[in-house]
């Protein structure tokens, strides 16, 4: 028997990386599952790995970016299942301009609607049956960039990813009376694709003491299983061997500078 036996959990950004290991993770403790991701192709990889296990899981595009994708996805899941008992916002968004000298608005907007507006709209829409049974489960993958500013986050990923916190914070401080538990979890450094994505690519010396995305499920699917009465506020995880990001900065710096800019 499973522990998440007769719940429904829908994770975003579940095609790839830390949402994908959570996602067979809580299939296997039992979970019906919805995901979701911007790209069918990994989508379908994941539904066809659980249902091969027996698991219960369909998928659903949605950009995070665009309201209306995360209106349908909370309505397709409300159609589909009545409710959902654990929400898992992992989906994640950087910039390649790093430097608070060069970012321009809509990079800084787009990075924002992802890591933080999105979520925020999604648990809303999410959150009246959750309410109505007294008991729910929402988690959000942040990152130690909240935490601790500087150029490996970037000046748009890490004030998004500190929103994403507050909202949390606010989130658990007015519904926990109601039965809504709601965790916070901030990875450091984790090899996964968004990774790919930074002005200074990691090789893969760089990568080869970071974390793994099936260590940040375990804490995903922990705060998921635990009895109803405890909730785990927040959830840090950094590498046990640290690295020399020098480099890494010293391109962030200059990422997306003009021709000619010291």
Same mark, same amino acid.
């Given at each position: 028997m499973g522990k998440l036996d007769g719940k429904v959990a829908l994770i975003t950004g579940a095609g790839t990386g830390i949402?994908?290991?959570? #996602?067979? $993770?809580?299939?296997? %403790?039992?979970? !019906?599952?919805?995901? @979701?991701?911007?790209?069918?192709?990994p989508l379908d990889d994941v539904v066809?790995?659980?249902?091969?296990?027996?698991?219960?899981?369909?998928?659903?595009? #949605?950009? $995070?970016?665009?309201? %209306?994708?995360? !209106?349908?996805?909370? @309505?397709?899941?409300?159609?589909?299942?009545?409710?959902?008992?654990?929400?898992?916002?992992?989906?994640?968004?950087?910039?390649?301009?790093?430097s608070v000298r060069w970012i321009s608005r809509e990079e800084f907007d787009s990075v924002y609607a992802v890591n933080a507006a999105g979520p925020a709209q999604l648990t809303r829409l999410l959150l009246p049956p959750m309410l109505e049974c007294g008991e729910g489960t929402v988690i959000l993958v942040s990152s130690m960039a909240a935490l601790r500013g500087g150029l490996l986050g970037g000046v748009a990923y890490g004030p998004a990813k500190a929103a994403a916190k507050m909202y949390m914070d606010n989130l658990r401080t007015e519904l926990r009376q109601s039965g809504i538990r709601a965790t916070t979890i901030y990875p450091a450094e984790v090899d996964t694709p968004i990774l790919n994505n930074r002005p200074h690519v990691p090789d893969a010396e760089a990568r080869s003491t970071m974390m793994l995305p099936e260590d940040i499920a375990e804490g995903i699917l922990l705060a998921a299983t635990l009895p109803a009465r405890t909730m785990i506020d927040d959830m840090t995880f950094t590498p046990t061997i640290q690295r020399d990001t020098t480099k890494d900065v010293a391109v962030a710096r200059m990422a997306g500078?003009?021709?000619g800019a010291v």
């Open positions: 949402g994908r290991c959570a #996602a067979s $993770m809580f299939a296997a %403790e039992g979970a !019906e599952l919805v995901i @979701a991701g911007r790209r069918q192709a066809a790995e659980i249902t091969a296990s027996g698991g219960k899981i369909t998928a659903k595009t #949605a950009d $995070m970016e665009v309201q %209306e994708d995360i !209106e349908a996805l909370a @309505a397709y899941a409300l159609e589909k299942h009545g409710r959902i008992d654990i929400l898992v916002n992992n989906a994640g968004h950087s910039s390649k301009v790093r500078a003009p021709e």
